[in-house]
């Protein structure tokens, strides 16, 4: 059994920041793709950023040069550091992860999701 557990959200005033944190455990051998999609209300999900095991990155272009995303592989954990914040980055958060759970296996896993609100 794997769980994705994520901290880190709240509520914040505009220009400000938050860390959001989202840690892999259970059984799995290793994690290969992490990242963090959002999903705000009556809106679609969509990606945020993403990071590969070996530390390429990939961002959504509304919140590049804002956000960043980093992992400690040691530790299964990836990281969002949020600057800048806006009112429309408010969402909630998901972590997702690819596990490998076998020589064969792989699987793509969800956290359950942090609040972010962006607000004055």
């Known amino acids: 059994q794997v769980q994705l557990v994520e901290s880190g959200g709240g509520l914040v005033q505009p220009g400000g920041s938050l860390r959001l944190s989202c840690a892999a455990s259970g059984r799995m051998l290793s994690t290969n793709a992490m990242g963090w999609y959002r999903q705000a209300p009556g809106k679609e999900r969509e990606m945020v950023a993403v990071i590969t095991r070996g530390g390429s990155t990939n961002y959504a272009d509304s919140v590049k040069g804002r956000f960043t995303i980093s992992r400690d592989n040691a530790k299964n954990t990836v990281y969002l550091q949020m600057n800048s914040l806006k009112p429309e980055d408010t969402a909630v958060y998901y972590c997702?992860?690819?596990?490998?759970?076998?020589?064969?296996?792989?699987?793509?896993?969800w956290g359950q999701g942090t609040q972010v609100t962006v607000s004055s």
């Open positions: 997702q992860a690819e596990i490998i759970v076998s020589s064969i296996a792989k699987y793509d896993y």
